[in-house]
């Protein structure tokens, strides 16, 4: 008998983190066909399970001024009678909330001062990036008898693309005259500064050269807080820059209109990545940052890491300026390659 039948995942974290912690809906419908899957998240990243049809409901973590309000969640999930919540990125807050909202099955890490609040404790250091951050997410599942071994390819995201965003790109485009006729290039040179960056200069020049050097239609996203650093690497009027003007479903629904994404370890290099697009990432080569742990998750992507670099720490790391000694030339060649191979298919 399946005792356990409705099921709460808390993800209230970036983006990324979101989009790697998305599979666990669909393996554990595999297991538990009849059970009930809800995901608990910040409201900005909602658009990533929008009409996901793994995820049975989403529910927007209570906030005043992005503080997390404890009664007001306590009653939200005290009504919704889960059996079991992973509490996949922790804080005391968040374990206070669950322990008070008389979730029988508790499962969260064993390695902070408040992991009493857990009844089902797991022993993991992610930070030495044994593993990919998705394979930790999916073995908190052994902990309701799920033993998934996971690799690129036979992974299912289950990101839909909503209708009006759609709507906007394809007008977009059109106001823009980008046709099908060419390859679809996005530049994100935006991060969430959890890891070091490629630098601006060093994108800069790649994106004017694939802007004259290739027959390609090259656009620059980020965000509202992106916008300068967007207008910096853009620097020439053959680069479309759409920073700024784009809500993370529109986002959703540009990349999934697109070939290649270029980015650092940041959240699109996931959506693209779960959208099945190629994807080219610059990645330092520190564990708890690194591409083993972090890397987009995908049989269609490159990552450049810096040489002559691994085994330092993140101050000798950012004093050695490892990160600038990524090849340019050696990334070029390479979006190429991918350019040639997604003509000739």
Known sequence: MN????ILIVRTDRIGDVVLTLPLADIIKKH???SRVTFLLREYTFPLLYNNPKIDEVLILKENNNKILVHENIQLLKRKNFDSVFIVNASFKLAFILFMSNIKNRIGTGYRWYSFLFNNKIFAHRKTGDKHELQYNVDMLKQIGI????SAGNVCFNIQID????QKI???FKEN???NDKVKIIVHPGSGGSAFDLPKEKLKILTARLAHELTVELI???NKNEVAICRFVAGTSKVLNFSGKLNLKEMIALIDSTDILIANSTGPIHIAAALNKYVIGFYPTIHSMSKNRWGP???KGKIFEPENCSGQSAKTFSNNNCMNKISIANVFTTIKNIITEIQNN
């Open 147 to 150: 033993n998934e071994k996971i």
């Open 297 to 299: 998750f995908t049989l």
């Open 3 to 6: 005792k356990f039948k409705n």
């Open 163 to 166: 209708n009006n965003s759609k």
């Open 32 to 34: 538990y066909p009849k």
């Open 177 to 179: 005259k980008i046709g």
């Open 220 to 222: 620059i996203t980020g």
């Open 170 to 172: 394809i007008e977009l």
